[in-house]
């Protein structure tokens, strides 16, 4: 891992950093880094060895969307993205895309969010039905997909062809197929270059071996899959801001003086203890994503659990975290030159992003109370 990351290193320093302001500023999607990225084998961390992949688990992609978060929380997106969707691709997509991916050359994305079903995720409204050729026809329209316009491919959901199966089905779905369209662009007010649009299918036809597992066994594909990488990375994302603000902040009280007294502003007790606080929310997200990545690696029986409660704690957090921030550093921190109020902007995102925070507190307050996840609560 430790040649990963100094690759990492030497791609944030070169093409990551220099960029990461107009990236926000001018809403670019990071193209170059994310070519840079695929070329220094970090794209294709998470892919199996036997098809040219690093091998890497979630604890190493972790450390990859952390430390890019705290640089650029656009390019970082991209990234968590790709390792999620590349989760359900590794269980059950094709040689030759996996294959691409191992190699750094194919970029992918989960396309699940809808606007029939917005934070529910896992009831999906978009449809796919046999066509008279002996393929599929999906008609959907996907609300927000990270790298909607430059991905190789996405992790699409679907209801089940046969209408007996599961709730949901996963396509591998290429962003030339006829039919689809990517109406509108993304003006927001963080992560503005993550390249999140809206991408709608009309008639999409794809073949039948273009869908990961089985028919109606999507939604088990996710839950085991993609969302273990998507809610756990997505703490890692969060905890990268935190670590960039908490920097920043201790920088900006170690320099800055009040002239009259002749002294730095962490030499005062209230911006002090301030900052105290402030070191304590990101260790405390550390600790819990830290405990989250140790269940999992050991098969806890708790390792569910911390799966569903590690994003909604990280989100708050760093909310919250870079929220107290922007207090501490004063107007210092409203200037865009500090980074602070990007991050600050960036951070809000995760608590929006289904399964949002609410949605996640509901999944965690059955699972503490033995109700079924999902369903009527009887």
Wanted: proline share 5%; charged share 20%.
């Amino acid at each position: 891992m430790s040649t990963t990351l100094d690759a990492l290193e030497r791609v944030i320093t070169d093409v990551v950093a220099p960029r990461a302001t107009t990236t926000d500023e001018l809403g670019l999607f990071p193209l170059p880094a994310v070519t840079a990225l695929g070329e220094a084998g970090i794209l294709g961390l998470t892919a199996s060895p036997d098809v040219g992949g690093g091998g890497g688990g979630m604890r190493e992609a972790a450390e990859v969307v952390e430390r890019l978060a705290g640089v650029c929380g656009s390019t970082a997106m991209v990234v968590l993205m790709h390792y999620a969707a590349t989760a359900a691709i590794e269980a059950h997509g094709p040689k030759d895309v996996r294959q691409a991916i191992g190699a750094g050359e194919h970029l992918t994305t989960l396309a699940f969010s809808e606007a029939g079903s917005r934070a529910q995720f896992w009831a999906p409204v978009s449809t796919a039905g046999e066509d008279a050729d002996g393929g599929v026809v999906l008609d959907a329209t996907k609300s927000w997909v990270t790298s909607g316009a430059e991905a190789d491919s996405y992790v699409w959901s679907s209801r089940p062809v046969e209408a007996s199966a599961g709730p949901m089905t996963l396509w591998l779905v290429p962003p030339t197929a006829d039919g689809l369209s990517r109406p509108g662009g993304f003006d927001g007010l963080g992560l503005r270059g993550n390249g999140s649009i809206p991408v709608v299918a009309e008639g999409v036809r794809v073949p039948f071996h273009a869908r990961l597992g089985a028919d109606g066994e999507g939604l088990d594909i996710a839950l085991t899959t993609s969302l273990p990488w998507f809610l756990v990375l997505n703490a890692a994302f969060s905890l990268g801001l935190l670590e960039a603000v908490t920097a920043e902040t201790g920088a900006h009280l170690a320099s800055a003086k009040l002239e009259h007294l002749g002294e730095t502003l962490i030499q005062q007790p209230i911006p002090r203890a301030d900052y105290a606080r402030l070191r304590l929310t990101t260790d405390r997200v550390r600790a819990f994503l830290g405990d989250t990545l140790s269940a999992l690696e050991t098969g806890r029986a708790d390792a569910q659990l911390r799966v569903l409660e590690v994003k909604a704690v990280a989100a708050e957090e760093a909310a919250a975290g870079t929220d107290l921030a922007m207090k501490l550093c004063g107007g210092a921190a409203f200037r865009k030159e500090t980074g602070i109020e990007r991050h600050f902007r960036d951070s809000l995102a995760a608590r929006v992003m289904a399964p949002t925070t609410d949605a996640l507190l509901d999944l965690v307050g059955r699972a503490v109370s033995g109700l079924p996840l999902l369903g009527p609560v009887s």
